[in-house]
């Protein structure tokens, strides 16, 4: 990628890097592959309050909300 080079830096670089993965795509994967490893742990303690929620529904008391806390 030189000054002198007849070739343009796009073509350069595209076949120095050819078949290697680019910074923006590895950041993307990172990124999906992130939310994949968070879903089951965040719908795990979503059906733990749920259940939690139910029980108490099934115990029949009310919620009591003390607003001086």
């Known amino acids: 990628m030189g000054i002198f ?3 343009s830096d796009a ?11 680019s910074a923006t ?3 993307a994967r990172g990124r999906r592959e992130g939310h994949r490893r968070s879903i089951p ?3 795990a303690e979503g059906q733990a ?3 939690r ?3 108490s529904e099934r115990r029949g008391g009310d919620r009591i909300t003390n607003w001086r806390d």
């Open 49 to 51: 309050w749920e259940d």
């Open 53 to 55: 929620d139910r029980a």
């Open 25 to 27: 795509a590895k950041a």
């Open 5 to 7: 080079s007849r070739r």
């Open 41 to 43: 742990s965040t719908a």
């Open 11 to 21: 073509e350069t670089a595209a076949t120095k890097y050819e078949g290697r993965e």
